[in-house]
């Protein structure tokens, strides 16, 4: 019950810092948000599931704010690793593959430093590879459909940046169960 009020007061705050553009007050609320996560409680699938969406969802919302990102980021992946059977959660590989992308092609704003980049990447990379579980059946198959010029260009490094990518984004369930036509 405690969880879920404060899911609801982080739902509020989100919506209110995209109205306005000033996040002080979700940021606010991470800390007590994750403690939640701490105790040994059990705590209900569908406040967890509007938890990792929140999560996500601020994550996209800061963008270029390398701190904010790792730490929301970091939040939507414990509760993946911890609670990722349990959820009924739905995310888009679409997104998680632009934040790589970024970082990879060095567009960050401003200086970050290298220790927050550092750690910004290893977040979205891990939230990436744990939320491979939760991306659409047919996710899989644009995956492919994207990165396969790249992957195809042995003769260039963009064959290197294309399967790092598949490495990262490509579920490793579910991709046989549809049928036999998958090119893979």
Not at 19 to 32: E, K, L, N, S, Y
Not at 87 to 108: K, M, N, Q
Not at 124 to 137: C, E, G, I, N
Request: one cysteine or more.
């Amino acid at each position: 019950e405690r969880f879920a009020r404060a899911v609801t007061a982080l739902e509020r705050a989100l919506d209110e810092a995209k109205a306005t553009g000033d996040f002080t007050r979700v940021h606010a609320r991470f800390q007590p948000t994750s403690q939640f996560f701490s105790a040994r409680t059990g705590l209900r699938p569908e406040d967890l599931t509007r938890c990792a969406h929140l999560a996500i969802d601020i994550m996209h919302a800061v963008d270029g704010y390398v701190s904010a990102q790792a730490r929301w980021g970091g939040m939507a992946t414990r509760v993946m690793e911890t609670h990722g059977k349990r959820l009924r959660l739905s995310v888009d590989w679409r997104p998680l593959r632009t934040l790589v992308r970024a970082y990879l092609d060095g567009d960050s704003e401003g200086y970050n430093g290298a220790i927050p980049l550092a750690v910004h990447q290893a977040i979205v990379s891990r939230l990436a590879r744990k939320s491979r579980r939760h991306f659409a059946p047919d996710a899989p198959a644009q995956i492919w459909a994207m990165l396969e010029p790249e992957i195809r260009a042995v003769d260039t490094a963009d064959c290197f940046e294309g399967l790092g990518m598949l490495s990262i984004l490509m579920p490793c369930s579910r991709i046989g169960d549809d049928d036999d036509t998958n090119p893979w």
